[in-house]
């Protein structure tokens, strides 16, 4: 008789305890969230860019093109740097010339022309005046041995020039009109291509430090930003900006090398600022995700204003108070 009234026993035990019920389901966490903040902002547009020398407006090289007939017999190195009015390359062992200047001669001087390319060619010679007179053939008497000059005895360029590369070969044919190379400028340039969306914040005169490739410092400038966006391999939008060095001799002689750039631009004040990895696309804008009350997440769009790159932080409007939690990538 033990048996079963040891069995009710312990029916009513649990009974009483209560019988294990199911499972809770496990707590999820939140996103990631960081709050909308209203205050000043120092804008600092942080890229990537390329220390070179400055080429033609565009960024592409400067032709070089031969107007003389005969056979190479001496040609410029890739890298030669060649001063204004001084043996650009030799045919038929004849010197050809280079004069700085605007635009390209289209016909023979000597004495008693005068005009604008004569005025170019006595300003290469320290000749006042755009009068071919006898101090002018006395200076290409220096030069090339004679006192008149031929279209194809020179060409003109913006200034003096470094060879960027030579397509014509040693010994072969030299025909009017055709290319020797392409040249640069011998002024030293950093090449950043900005992303379009952040192009209304960058002016002209903006200050910006430049680290080299061997990590030192130096100053610049935005000299001048370009006007034609191209869109790069990741789809985003850039448009190149230009900056000058303070101290050139500061970049030796590097060409086509990296560097970080940190353009700074305006501050705002009174701005609502969240983490520019808050953004997310919206069609052909931005937006955030705000976190609601209920825990929920909603969609704001926002236009974007000053980007604080150092800080990782942008300005925006649009529907936003300061407070919000807007999600962010989880760390």
């Given amino acids: 008789m033990r048996g079963p009234l040891l069995l009710l026993l312990l029916a009513g035990l649990l009974s009483a305890c209560g019988a294990p019920g199911p499972?809770?389901?496990a707590a999820t966490a939140g996103?990631?969230?960081?709050?909308?903040?209203?205050?000043?902002?120092?804008?600092?547009?942080?890229?990537n860019g390329t220390l070179s020398y400055a080429a033609q407006s565009d960024g592409s090289d400067y032709p070089v093109v031969n107007q003389a007939a005969g056979v190479y017999t001496k040609l410029p190195a890739a890298g030669q740097v060649v001063a204004c009015g001084h043996v650009l390359y030799w045919v038929d062992d004849d010197p050809v010339l280079l004069l700085c200047g605007s635009r390209p001669f289209y016909r023979n001087l000597a004495e008693g022309d005068d005009g604008w390319d004569v005025a170019i060619l006595n300003k290469n010679l320290r000749v006042a005046g755009d009068e071919f007179t006898g101090k002018t053939a006395s200076g290409l008497s220096d030069l090339l041995d004679k006192e008149d000059l031929s279209v194809a005895d020179a060409v003109v360029l913006p200034g003096p020039i470094r060879i960027a590369g030579i397509t014509a070969q040693l010994g072969g044919r030299a025909t009017p009109g055709g290319p020797l190379g392409t040249a640069v400028t011998t002024r030293r340039e950093v090449v950043v291509p900005l992303n379009a969306s952040q192009q209304g914040q960058v002016k002209v005169g903006n200050r910006a430090q430049v680290t080299l490739p061997d990590n030192r410092v130096t100053g610049g400038r935005v000299s001048r930003i370009g006007t034609v966006a191209t869109q790069g391999k990741d789809g985003n939008a850039t448009v190149p900006v230009y900056l000058t060095l303070d101290k050139p001799k500061d970049a030796g002689t590097l060409d086509a090398a990296p560097v970080r750039v940190q353009i700074t631009t305006a501050g705002v004040k009174n701005a609502l600022i969240v983490p520019v990895t808050s953004l997310i696309g919206a069609g052909a804008g931005y937006a955030v995700e705000r976190v609601t009350a209920a825990g929920g997440r909603e969609t704001v769009p926002v236009k974007l204003g000053l980007f604080d790159d150092a800080a990782g932080m942008v300005q925006v409007t649009g529907d936003l108070r300061a407070g919000d939690r807007v999600v962010v990538p989880s760390s």
């Avoid at 996103?31 to 890229?47: D, E, F, I, M, Y």
């Fill in 23 to 25: 499972a809770e389901p």
């Fill in 31 to 47: 996103p990631a969230t960081a709050a909308v903040r209203q205050g000043s902002l120092n804008g600092q547009v942080s890229q």
